[in-house]
Every structure is written in structure tokens, then in C-alpha cells.
T-cell receptor, first 114, second 114 residues
Framework: AQSVTQLGSHVSVSEGALVLLRCNYSSSVPPYLFWYVQYPNQGLQLLLKYTSAATLVKGINGFEAEFKKSETSFHLTKPSAHMSDAAEYFCAVSRGNRDDKIIFGKGTRLHILP | EPEVTQTPSHQVTQMGQEVILRCVPISNHLYFYWYRQILGQKVEFLVSFYNNEISEKSEIFDDQFSVERPDGSNFTLKIRSTKLEDSAMYFC????????????FGSGTRLTVV
């Protein structure tokens, strides 16, 4: 079975500071990994995905994530936080099979302090 | 950029009534999904659908739920007799093959059962 664990249900950073949201995965097969963002009262927007190519994945809005197999991690980072980054962030995993479901973590709410 | 469209955005229904949530997936996608998110909780998988049949369903997807792709463009989720605990945000998603692989989510339908 696959799962993801997001460390920290709430994370606060100052505007301009580094954003680091942690995600660890568990998978019996090489995983495909995703980060989604959800703004208040909105849907899920894909930030980036890892599909077994480059381990450092760049996404939208200046976010990136690095797949580390040895640490079973896929942490999300952004060098400089902006107020507009305040949202809920979900890490997710799938097996990469064509019709396979995607499994979400519990989410991390990112707060940006002025 | 192609979008997954969900209607309605909000639905209020009385307990015991039937509801149909509608989704128009991305046109060249082949795999379709429904997820739900109870307020403040994680996004949960309900069902996946491919080639006009259910590929996989979760334990949440009991006999009260059904899915259909009636006309080659719409993908619907029906809840036969709604319960209070069905109140949630319901997300439709679709995914393609190869270069189109990846889950695109709609903006969701907020279902409130009263």
C-alpha cells in the first residue's frame, strides 16, 4: 500500500523567508509523487510532479521539490515566501500505472507572516 | 490550459434526496476519478473509472454511490439517498496517457446535506 506523511499540519514563515514543507512517502513500487495547492474555497492545483525522470522537479510559482529515495522524501521548497503563497499544500503519491488512484497526505497549511 | 469543469459549484439537498454531481473531464483524457474532502480533512479517493467501467473503488463508495459516463463527455457521480455525513467537497479529476499523464482536478462541488 502507498501512503504519504506530511510533517506539520501548520507551518508559518515570514515573507521573504525560505519555505520548506515536508513529505515522506511509503511505496512498495517506484512512486510517482505530486504536490498540489489549495487556496481557500478553491480546487486542487498541481504545483509539480515527479515521474521517475529528474529528481529535482521545478513547478509553478517558484516552487521545487527533490525526490530522495534514500530518505523516502519529497520535500517542497521555495526560496522566498510571498503573501500569496498562503494556502493548503498536499503531497500525494501514485504507483504511476495508467488508471491508478492518487493518494493524498493530510495537508499542511502554510501561513505567511508579514 | 485545458480544465476539468464541475457543476454545480454548490448544492444544498435534504437528507434522503438523490443528487447528481456533474463533471466534464479534459477531452483527450481516458481515466476519471471522484474524490471527496470533508471540511478540514484530507482528500479521500472514492472511485476511478476507465473504459466505461469502475477500475477501483474505496470502502466509502458503497451502494449509495454510482458513477456514469452517459454521453462520452460528462462524468457523473450519483448519491442515491444522501446522509448528513455526505456533506463534503467533491472533486472530479481526469488523467491522460503518456505525455498527458497527470491528474487534473476540477474546482469541486460543495455538497451540503441538511
Amino acid at each position: 500500500a502507498q501512503s504519504v506523511t506530511q510533517l506539520g499540519s501548520h507551518v508559518s514563515v515570514s515573507e521573504g523567508a525560505l519555505v520548506l514543507l515536508r513529505c515522506n512517502y511509503s511505496s512498495s513500487v517506484p512512486p510517482y509523487l505530486f504536490w498540489y495547492v489549495q487556496y481557500p474555497n478553491q480546487g486542487l492545483q498541481l504545483l509539480l510532479k515527479y515521474t521517475s525522470a529528474a529528481t529535482l522537479v521545478k513547478g509553478i510559482n517558484g516552487f521545487e521539490a527533490e525526490f530522495k529515495k534514500s530518505e523516502t522524501s519529497f520535500h517542497l521548497t521555495k526560496p522566498s515566501a510571498h503573501m500569496s503563497d498562503a494556502a493548503e499544500y498536499f503531497c500525494a503519491v501514485s504507483r504511476g500505472n495508467r488508471d491508478d488512484k492518487i493518494i493524498f497526505g493530510k495537508g499542511t497549511r502554510l501561513h505567511i507572516l508579514p | 490550459e485545458p480544465e476539468v469543469t464541475q457543476t454545480p459549484s454548490h448544492q444544498v439537498t435534504q437528507m434522503g434526496q438523490e443528487v447528481i454531481l456533474r463533471c466534464v473531464p479534459i477531452s483527450n483524457h481516458l481515466y476519471f476519478y471522484w474524490y471527496r474532502q470533508i471540511l478540514g480533512q484530507k482528500v479521500e479517493f472514492l472511485v476511478s473509472f476507465y473504459n466505461n467501467e469502475i477500475s477501483e473503488k474505496s470502502e466509502i463508495f458503497d451502494d449509495q454511490f454510482s458513477v456514469e459516463r452517459p454521453d462520452g463527455s460528462n462524468f457523473t457521480l450519483k448519491i442515491r439517498s444522501t446522509k448528513l455525513e455526505d456533506s463534503a467537497m467533491y472533486f472530479c479529476a481526469s488523467s491522460g496517457d503518456g505525455a498527458n499523464y497527470g491528474y487534473t482536478f476540477g474546482s469541486g462541488t460543495r455538497l451540503t446535506v441538511v
